[in-house]
């Protein structure tokens, strides 16, 4: 059996039927800087609640994928094929994928194992919608930073629809070694001007 092989909280091990196993965790109340502001621009930064994704995690119904850079083009596993299995907990979404033989013949997932092996996978990023606020309560929220640490808006999610979780090169979550794609605000702390709401993708 081969040696397993770690990228910071991502790990992939050979086990002894074919298959590869990787791991991996998105601790949440972590906060990452995507937008750092200037030119008259406020820094933005997001941070998920504990359990933000348990509102799909928790639907034994709803299928989540497990993706190389967010394309459903080039799929390692999924919950409903049985190879992909989520836990939420307060502290981390952790997940464990299966890479079965049969789908480490595809071309982009032997791209993926060489980068992977290369150093050059570093992180989980998660696709996701926030939920309506039909559904939930209160979905998100977004506050000022303590002065003493910045002037940032913070984006707290609270309850998110999660789609898939990509494989990706360039982590926005250093500490938590996730990325985020880029997204529009959906809402601004009370007393400032709504913009058009939009929805992540």
Same mark, same amino acid.
């Given at each position: 059996?081969?040696?397993?092989?770690?990228?910071?909280?991502?790990?992939?091990?050979? @086990? %002894?039927?074919?298959?590869?196993?990787?791991? *991996?965790?998105? &601790?949440?109340?972590?906060? /990452?800087?995507?937008? =750092?502001?200037?030119?008259?621009?406020?820094?933005?930064?997001?941070?998920?609640?504990?359990?933000?994704?348990?509102?799909?995690?928790?639907?034994?119904?709803?299928?989540?994928?497990?993706?190389?850079?967010?394309?459903?083009?080039?799929?390692?596993?999924?919950?409903?094929?049985?190879?992909?299995?989520?836990?939420?907990?307060?502290?981390?979404?952790?997940?464990?994928?299966?890479?079965?033989?049969?789908?480490?013949?595809?071309?982009?997932?032997?791209?993926?194992? @060489? %980068?992977?092996?290369?150093?050059?996978?570093? *992180?989980?990023? &998660?696709?996701?919608?926030? /939920?309506?606020?039909? =559904?939930?309560?209160?979905?998100?929220?977004?506050?000022?930073?303590?002065?003493?640490?910045?002037?940032?808006?913070?984006?707290?999610?609270?309850?998110?629809?999660?789609?898939?979780?990509?494989?990706?090169?360039?982590?926005?979550?250093?500490?938590?070694?996730?990325?985020?794609?880029?997204?529009?605000?959906?809402?601004?702390?009370?007393?400032?001007?709504?913009?058009?709401?939009?929805?992540?993708?």
């Amino acid at each position: 059996m081969e040696s397993p092989v770690f990228n910071g909280g991502l790990e992939l091990r050979a @086990a %002894g039927d074919g298959s590869r196993r990787l791991t *991996g965790r998105f &601790p949440y109340g972590k906060r /990452a800087v995507l937008d =750092a502001g200037g030119k008259g621009r406020r820094p933005k930064k997001e941070q998920f609640a504990p359990n933000a994704f348990s509102f799909a995690v928790d639907d034994p119904d709803r299928d989540i994928h497990l993706l190389l850079g967010h394309s459903f083009d080039r799929p390692l596993a999924s919950r409903k094929a049985g190879t992909l299995m989520l836990q939420d907990s307060a502290e981390a979404l952790s997940f464990e994928a299966v890479l079965t033989p049969e789908i480490q013949r595809a071309s982009w997932v032997q791209d993926f194992l @060489a %980068g992977f092996a290369a150093g050059l996978i570093m *992180g989980i990023s &998660p696709g996701f919608r926030v /939920a309506p606020p039909e =559904a939930v309560e209160k979905p998100e929220d977004v506050t000022e930073e303590p002065p003493e640490e910045g002037n940032a808006l913070i984006r707290t999610i609270f309850a998110a629809i999660l789609f898939e979780l990509s494989m990706v090169t360039r982590p926005a979550y250093h500490e938590t070694e996730a990325d985020l794609r880029h997204f529009q605000w959906d809402r601004t702390p009370k007393g400032l001007t709504h913009p058009l709401k939009r929805w992540r993708v």
